[in-house]
């Protein structure tokens, strides 16, 4: 069994900082992509970041040059580095891990940038 768990998450001022992490374990044999979705009460899920097993990423527009994604291969870990932080980006934020076969998902952690 695979379990992804996520920390890090909270409650910001505009213009701050958060990092998120998400640390894979169980049945996972190789380096594979990883991401951070996110979801806000009636909006639709959107990608935020991804990171394929090479190590190139993909940003959606909104976060570009404030988020960065970056990971531990050693660790099966995952990271979401979270600066100027605004209030558009207050959402549940999970973590995806791709293995062949299945996804798996994180329990989702809240970010909440409010002054």
């Known amino acids: 069994q695979v379990q992804l768990v996520e920390s890090g998450g909270g409650l910001v001022q505009p213009g701050g900082s958060l990092r998120l992490s998400c640390a894979a374990s169980?049945?996972?044999?190789?380096?594979?992509?990883m991401g951070w979705y996110r979801q806000a009460p009636g909006k639709q899920r959107e990608l935020v970041a991804a990171?394929?097993?090479?190590?190139?990423?993909n940003y959606v527009d909104s976060v570009k040059g404030r988020f960065t994604i970056f990971r531990d291969n050693a660790k099966n870990t995952v990271y979401l580095q979270m600066n100027s932080l605004k209030p558009d980006d207050t959402a549940v934020y999970y973590c995806?891990?791709?293995?062949?076969?299945?996804?798996?998902w994180g329990q989702g952690t809240q970010v909440t940038v409010s002054s």
């Open positions: 169980g049945r996972i044999f190789g380096i594979y992509a």
């Open positions: 990171i394929t097993s090479g190590g190139s990423t």
């Open positions: 995806n891990l791709d293995l062949p076969g299945r996804e798996y």
